[in-house]
């Protein structure tokens, strides 16, 4: 299993400003992965966070809007720019779990950051 | 369609009843698949994986149906605690995970 922070785990945000999630595994991982889960919706992958490289946003979503930093293999942040009340909704960060090396094809979860933009 | 589509909720089951979730997936090259559980304010944990074998859980029993595409969960002699919302996960094996939307059980007493 993998054992995964989350911080903030909770705040409120005026409009107009940033807010910046930071996600911490206790093992290094190669992918880290940004969900979104708005009131009464399903988990929506924002994009995947490797290290070395640039994230991979997934359609809808764009880097000026939810710039990610990955410095290391234990450690990524999203950033929600210029919030809008649209943008209240819980984060989570995932990885993978793994055994032997292997893939399980279980994601783990962050207990998730909650953000209420008003 | 969206990717994986779920029974819509709530359901709502007597303690002690058995309840069917339903789940289809539409692309064909999916590889694997999940039941999560995600409580009130949690984040999601694996439930179970599906086989293509069926697979079976003390009282959860997980069905994969890849000619129809289609996955199932089934919870028999439900207990209260049993009450969340149910996600059915598929990895579409482009490390691309999609949940659906979740159905939401509550189990009465």
Redo the contacts between chains.
């Keep these: 299993s993998a054992v995964i922070s989350q911080k903030p785990s909770r705040d409120i945000c005026q409009r107009g400003t940033s807010l910046t999630i930071q996600c911490q595994v206790d093992s290094q991982v190669t992918?880290m992965?940004w969900y979104r889960q708005q009131p009464g919706?399903?988990?929506?992958?924002i994009a995947?966070a490797n290290q070395g490289s640039e994230a991979t946003y997934e359609s809808g979503f764009v880097i000026d809007k939810f710039p990610i930093s990955r410095p290391n293999l234990t450690f990524s942040t999203l950033t929600v720019s210029n919030m809008s009340p649209e943008d209240s909704s819980i984060y989570?960060c995932s990885v993978h779990?793994t055994s032997g090396g292997a893939r399980t094809?279980?994601?783990f979860?962050?207990?998730?950051s909650?953000l209420t933009v008003l | 369609r969206k990717e994986v589509e779920q029974d819509p909720g709530p359901f709502n089951v007597p303690e002690g009843a058995t309840v069917a979730f339903n789940c289809t997936y539409s692309n064909s090259a999916s590889q694997s698949f999940f039941w999560y559980r995600q409580d009130c304010r949690k984040e999601p944990k694996l439930l179970m994986s599906v086989y293509s074998s069926g697979n079976e859980d003390g009282r959860f029993t997980a069905q994969l149906n890849r000619a129809s595409q289609y996955i199932s969960l089934l919870i028999r002699d439900s207990k209260l605690s049993d009450s969340a919302t149910y996600l059915c996960v598929v990895n579409r094996g482009d490390d691309k995970i999609i949940f659906g939307k979740g159905t939401r059980l509550h189990i009465l007493p």
Excluded at chain 1, 109 to 112: I, K, R, T
């Design positions: 992918m992965f919706q399903s988990l929506t992958l995947t989570l779990g094809g279980e994601l979860f962050g207990e998730g909650r």
